[in-house]
Structure formats: structure tokens, C-alpha cells
């Protein structure tokens, strides 16, 4: 059983950044950063293959997000800049099992292990 830990998350103005990190207890494959806000169904963010050659982003983040891993050390990271309020949410990381590419990666459904979250505020 794989753990994975976020850590990161905090309160920041509008325009500003954060940077999230999510560090795995084992070996994983793809790793994507999903988000959920109150209300509403927990959504896709931003994948990586098991490589980091190939990077999948929601449009709402496009420009502003970026994915990264560091495989020598487990952990991916999500660097988050030009910040929103509607990029409010609880941020979760997820890791796969095996090696996937593609769409699939943008549905929760396709990963093995999450995180318990962290909480990303962004005031008007």
C-alpha cells in the first residue's frame, strides 16, 4: 500500500502562487493533482506520465498551473501561479499502479492511491 502526503496548501491573495507538493511512500507510475470544492464533484487539475515527458491540464488551468516530478525522490509537484478564487478547493494528489498515458488520466476513476488532501484558499 502506497502513501501519498500533500503538503503546500495555505491562503493566498488573488494573483499570487502556491506551490503544492505530494510525496509517495513507494513507487508509483502517473500522478495527477485532482480538486474539490464545496458542493461540487471533485475534478480533474493536472497529470504527468510516469516519465514527466507528457503533461495533461484542465483548461480552467492552462498557462497558470504546472506539473512536475522528481522520480529520485517520489514526489510530484504542482506549481500554481496567477491564482483565483474559484481555484479554491481541497487539492488532491493520486497515483496509478501502471504505466498510463492519455485521456484516461482525467478521470478519477483510473487511479489506485489518493492523498488526504490539502486546502488551497484564494481571496478576492
Known amino acids: 500500500q502506497v502513501q501519498l502526503v500533500e503538503s503546500g496548501g495555505g491562503l493566498v491573495q488573488a494573483g499570487g502562487s502556491l506551490r503544492l507538493s505530494c510525496a509517495a511512500s513507494?513507487?508509483?507510475?502517473?500522478r495527477g493533482w485532482f480538486r474539490q470544492a464545496p458542493g461540487k464533484e471533485r475534478e480533474f487539475v493536472a497529470a504527468?506520465?510516469?516519465?514527466?515527458?507528457?503533461?495533461y491540464y484542465a483548461d480552467s488551468v492552462k498557462e497558470r498551473f504546472t506539473i512536475s516530478r522528481d522520480n529520485a525522490k517520489n514526489t510530484v509537484y504542482l506549481q500554481m501561479n496567477s491564482l483565483k478564487p474559484e481555484d479554491t478547493a481541497v487539492y488532491y494528489c493520486?497515483?496509478?499502479?501502471?504505466?498510463?498515458?492519455?485521456?484516461?488520466?482525467?478521470?478519477?476513476?483510473?487511479?489506485?492511491?489518493w492523498g488526504q488532501g490539502t486546502q488551497v484558499t484564494v481571496s478576492s
Open positions: 504527468i506520465s510516469s516519465s514527466g515527458g507528457r503533461t
Open positions: 513507494g513507487r508509483t507510475f502517473s
Open positions: 493520486a497515483a496509478t499502479i501502471f504505466d498510463i498515458s492519455g485521456a484516461v488520466l482525467t478521470t478519477t476513476t483510473t487511479y489506485d492511491y
